[in-house]
């Protein structure tokens, strides 16, 4: 099968704009740094999966740059994904002597990608950071656009930063070691660049979903560089998030609750994201948005991709009770009121609150018996 050739899609942020490399062979080459500022030392951040795998190979492919190379391995988990884990990043740097010339890799899944850039946000006040994502959904979402964070028992992401990366190296090759369920749940994330902006994006993933879950060159690379192209095209227009960027969190506010309501790591992040999208489209339904052969395109295509959607029943005596207290937590929220990303027709989406009886009446249909 032939390699797809290099695509690059840049980030456009004036002082903070950088570019999103894609293809196999690219993060153990070193020409794939060659535009860094040189400085004296690096860390890499990885985790007790990854590091093993990979950790080595970007070590040699540094080490031209960089005179002191820098390991910190994490432990593996979205329930790792806290303050405990991100001070073993601080205690690598502080022992190391580290410099606000060091550079951070972030080599590794979402998890290990958005404690590094926390790391980097705030170490020394900010020092650069490179992301080197290893899952499918790292390279269409997560190293993209500067969000950074941790989770906190109350909420997921809840304390975080805004802090952008020098450079995105999605390396497909390291894609073919990442287990089925994993790629599973970066699918999830492609297929929410359909409803939101891209509706001939959708139809080519109907098209192409057995090529993308046998993991073909050519349809990964395809996937990976239009989700990076819709998730530049919003980044670039609001970075912080004051308006548009919210549509990128289509299917978050169910999934976050989820997440959060069973316990972190229970249900992977794109899985609930599955779960929450098919949620908000039925919301979007019955709020006369989108119509049930909508709904029911997206929740073929969902299940398809090896995705949940019937929705799990939280602890408690009052399941959409715990639902919307759950969702309240949510950075979107203003004044106690949940505000949903919606579909106001396919292919374009709106933040929007919702009466709670209609939310209730969602998650009593989607909840599994
Ligand atoms: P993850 O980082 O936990 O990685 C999934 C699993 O795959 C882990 O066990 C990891 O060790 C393993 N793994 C990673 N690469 C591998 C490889 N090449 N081969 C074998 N195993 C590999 O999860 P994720 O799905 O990558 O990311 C989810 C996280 O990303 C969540 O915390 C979510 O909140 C965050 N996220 C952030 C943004 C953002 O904009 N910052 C966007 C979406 C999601
Ligand atoms: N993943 C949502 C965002 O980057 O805004």
């Not at 404690?115 to 006040?125: H, I, L, N, Q």
């Not at 993308?212 to 919003?234: G, M």
């Not at 919301?283 to 948005?289: D, K, P």
């Not at 004044?335 to 998650?363: C, M, N, T, W, Y």
Request: net charge neutral.
């Amino acid at each position: 099968m032939p390699t797809p050739d290099l695509q690059t899609v840049a980030i456009d942020l004036a002082d903070r704009s950088y570019n999103i490399a894609i293809r196999g062979s690219l993060f153990d080459n070193p020409l794939s740094y060659a535009e860094l500022p040189k400085s004296a030392s690096a860390l890499i951040v990885t985790n007790t999966t990854v590091g093993p795998l990979y950790a080595e190979r970007l070590q040699r492919a540094l080490a031209s740059r960089f005179s002191q190379i820098y390991t910190v391995v994490l432990p593996d988990g979205e329930e790792f994904k806290t303050w405990p884990s991100l001070n073993l990043i601080f205690d690598a740097l502080l022992t190391h002597g580290c410099d606000r010339k060091t550079t951070l890799f972030a080599l590794g899944g979402g998890v290990v990608g958005d404690m590094t850039g926390f790391a980097a946000a705030s170490y020394m006040r900010g020092v650069p950071f490179v992301q080197v994502p290893t899952t499918l959904l790292a390279q269409v979402d997560s190293s993209v656009g500067g969000k950074t964070a941790i989770n906190h028992p109350l909420g997921k992401n809840m304390i975080g930063a805004f802090y952008q990366p020098l450079k995105v190296v999605c390396d497909l090759n390291t894609l073919k070691t990442l287990p089925q369920r994993e790629l599973s749940a970066g699918l999830a994330e492609v297929i929410k660049y359909g409803p939101i902006a891209d509706m001939e994006f959708l139809a080519w993933i109907e098209a192409n979903l057995e090529a993308l879950l046998a993991r073909e060159p050519a349809a990964l690379a395809h996937a990976v560089k239009r989700s990076c192209e819709i998730k530049a095209w919003v980044v670039g227009q609001d970075e912080r998030e004051s308006g548009l960027r919210a549509i990128l969190n289509f299917g978050h506010t169910f999934g976050h609750a989820i997440e959060a309501g069973l316990g972190f790591g229970v249900w992977l992040h794109g899985e609930a994201l599955g779960c929450g999208m098919v949620m908000a489209a039925q919301l979007s339904a019955r709020l006369g948005m989108v119509d049930a052969f909508f709904v029911n395109r997206l929740t073929q295509l969902i299940v398809k991709a090896g995705l949940p959607t019937r929705a799990p029943v939280l602890p408690g005596p009052d399941n959409a009770g715990r639902y919307l207290d759950l969702m309240r937590v949510d950075k979107k929220s203003e004044a106690g009121e949940i505000r949903f990303v919606l579909i106001d027709k396919p292919g374009r989406a709106l933040v929007r609150s919702a009466p709670d009886a209609v939310v209730r009446q969602v998650i009593d249909a989607c909840c599994a018996e």
